[in-house]
Nanobody
Framework: QLQLVESGGGLVQPGGSLRLSCAVS????????IGWFRQAPGKEREGVSC????????NYADSVKGRFTISRDNAKKMVYLQMNSLKPEETAIYYC????????????WGQGTQVTVSS
């Protein structure tokens, strides 16, 4: 049973940083791509970033390029999203999710972690 659990969300001031973590269990992390998504109040869920199973390929939404960095440690079964220079409009629930390849249908979602960017 694929399980993903996010952590690291919280309240941060505009321009601040947070690192989100996604702990996976029930499957071999190295066989799956992991994506980060977010959903702001009243908006549709959107893709933020994705990293392929080997970690050799990553992609980012245009809005976060140069500020967010995705990484993974397959041995520790962890995926991370480092978020810098955060903006108030990036307040959302952030989810990690597993798929066979980036862009494929999601196989399993985490429960989400709240990120609030506010002064």
């Amino acid at each position: 049973q694929l399980q993903l659990v996010e952590s690291g969300g919280g309240l941060v001031q505009p321009g601040g940083s947070l690192r989100l973590s996604c702990a996976v269990s029930g499957f071999t992390l190295g066989r799956y791509a992991i994506g980060w998504f977010r959903q702001a109040p009243g908006k549709e869920r959107e893709g933020v970033s994705c990293i392929m199973s080997s970690g050799g390929s990553t992609n980012y939404a245009d809005s976060v390029k140069g500020r967010f960095t995705i990484s993974r440690d397959n041995a520790k079964k962890m995926v991370y999203l480092q978020m810098n220079s955060l903006k108030p409009e990036e307040t959302a629930i952030y989810y990690c999710a597993a798929s066979f390849r980036c862009g494929d249908p999601v196989i399993s979602w985490g429960q989400g972690t709240q990120v609030t960017v506010s002064s």
